[in-house]
């Protein structure tokens, strides 16, 4: 990946960024999951290459080098997304969205339709002001987002004690020993908190909780999910309720796969969104 770059926004607070693939691929815009990170993306960079995708990751507020911001929304970040793209010099682009960083993603595909081309989710986050939405969530998981809803000021305390560190399955282990250097990218990507603090996981639960501010049935641009079924993390049924209300959304169930097995389907994932470029 290049060097971390800061960009200082009109209002004078930080957001740092990186790229990494083909400098002058397809732009792919990427959305960390929560936890995470702009170190957080694809653990081969020469795959990147290949597929001929420059893939752009950034620290959202509160995250790593990126200033924190009071109260953000999944719309705020949308903002953020136009100005680091405007930056650039970078007219259309994808997006793609890891677990947490769905929503983020989602929302940029609703407010941008001129800029985004195409998104992409992986074992994203479904609404969670809704009916049944935390069925199936683990209980560390379950425990976080009931203290984003009704305790928010405890939150960032239960966080930074480890109370709330999620159990991760067998299966997922031997997923994060199958994909070659995978474990190594996510303690990276992870190792942004220790500069941070849990800002930045605050005020993504918070933004998610309730309300997006957008209709799922407005996002106008073409999408792909992609799931497994043996998600204990954040269950299948969150990518399905999303993509029935999308227009023409495909939903890419992976039987028998986890969390992290979405990784390994980042060659697939990065080849559709370059196909509509292509396309447009």
């Excluded at 650039?88 to 929302?107: N, R, T």
């Excluded at 199936?136 to 928010?152: D, E, M, R, T």
């Excluded at 799922?216 to 269950?235: F, K, N, Q």
């Amino acid at each position: 990946m290049d060097a971390v770059k800061l960009l200082r926004l009109g209002t004078g607070r930080k957001l740092a960024y990186e790229q990494s693939g083909d400098p002058r691929g397809t732009v792919v815009i990427g959305f960390h999951s929560t936890p995470g990170s702009r170190l957080e993306r694809f653990p081969d960079d020469e795959t990147l290459t290949r597929l001929g995708v420059r893939l752009i990751t950034f620290d959202r507020p509160g995250y790593g080098l990126s200033d924190p911001v009071d109260g953000r929304t999944l719309l705020d970040c949308a903002d953020d997304v136009v100005a680091l793209a405007d930056h650039l010099g970078i007219g259309e682009f994808g997006v793609h969205g890891m677990a947490g960083g769905g929503p983020f993603a989602l929302a940029t595909a609703w407010a941008q339709p001129e800029r985004v081309v195409a998104a992409a989710v992986s074992c994203g986050l479904g609404p969670l002001d809704r009916p049944g939405a935390m069925d199936g969530l683990s209980p560390g998981v379950l425990a976080q987002f009931h203290l984003s809803q009704h305790h928010p000021d405890r939150l960032g305390a239960a966080l930074a004690g480890g109370m709330l560190a999620p159990v991760v399955p067998e299966h997922e282990m031997a997923t994060l020993a199958a994909i070659p250097g995978l474990t190594e990218m996510l303690i990276e990507s992870l190792s942004a908190l220790s500069q941070s603090g849990w800002d930045g996981v605050v005020a993504d639960d918070l933004a998610v909780v309730g309300s997006w501010g957008f209709p799922l049935e407005e996002i106008a641009v073409p999408a792909s999910l992609w799931h497994g079924d043996s998600d204990t993390l954040v269950p299948f049924g969150h990518s399905e309720y999303v993509a029935n209300r999308i227009p023409g959304a495909e939903l890419h169930l992976c039987p028998e796969q986890g969390h992290y097995a979405m990784f390994g389907h980042s060659q697939a994932i990065f080849r559709g969104l370059t196909r509509h470029f292509a396309r447009s």
